[in-house]
């Protein structure tokens, strides 16, 4: 526990007999390089996953029928990527009722698409799981339909006119 005293008002016997030397400067130099690179880790870490190359948002969904929600999200990237986006709708057990993949050509850096989601059954809930650039995005949700269910064909289109 240190003491109020400073340690160069200690005489020398003092500081013998209890074992009191100065520190080094190399140890806070140290401790500052130390310091320093762990500030610096955190830093670039933050940087990478904040500056995505495509940042997309959901902003609307409508159910339209018990086989169709409308589905409009935003998309910004760089104009000369293409880009792939995956959107899901479900039911209020949680299980998937639609989904699909969207693949939106390079051309304009903001995108502002409307996709029509065809629905095995009434949606309760709709999410963009992500975008991203030349691919599937990373950590996405496979679909989660019901054993023996099979997603229905995309995108949703009206019945063409019999009569």
């Known amino acids: 526990m240190p003491s109020g005293v400073p ?17 080094p400067w190399w140890v806070y130099t140290g401790i500052g390089v130390v310091v320093a690179a762990f500030i610096s880790a955190i830093a670039w870490v933050g940087y990478q996953l ?28 760089s104009a000369d990527s293409d880009v792939v986006c995956v959107i899901r709708a479900q039911d209020q057990t949680r299980a998937d009722v639609g989904y699909a993949t969207v693949n939106l050509p390079r051309g304009t850096t903001y995108v502002q698409q409307t996709y029509a989601l065809r629905t095995i059954a009434p949606a309760y809930v709709v999410e963009l799981l992500g975008c991203a650039a030349g691919g599937l995005p990373d950590r996405v949700m496979p679909p989660q339909f019901p054993p023996g269910v099979l997603p229905p064909e995309q995108p949703w289109e009206p019945a063409a006119n019999l009569g």
């Open 50 to 77: 904040g500056s995505d190359d495509v940042q997309s948002e959901l902003l609307a969904w409508n159910v339209v029928s018990a086989e169709h929600v409308d589905v409009t999200f935003d998309v910004r990237r």
């Open 7 to 23: 340690v160069s008002q200690l005489s020398p016997e003092l500081r013998d007999r209890y074992g009191i030397r100065p520190t």
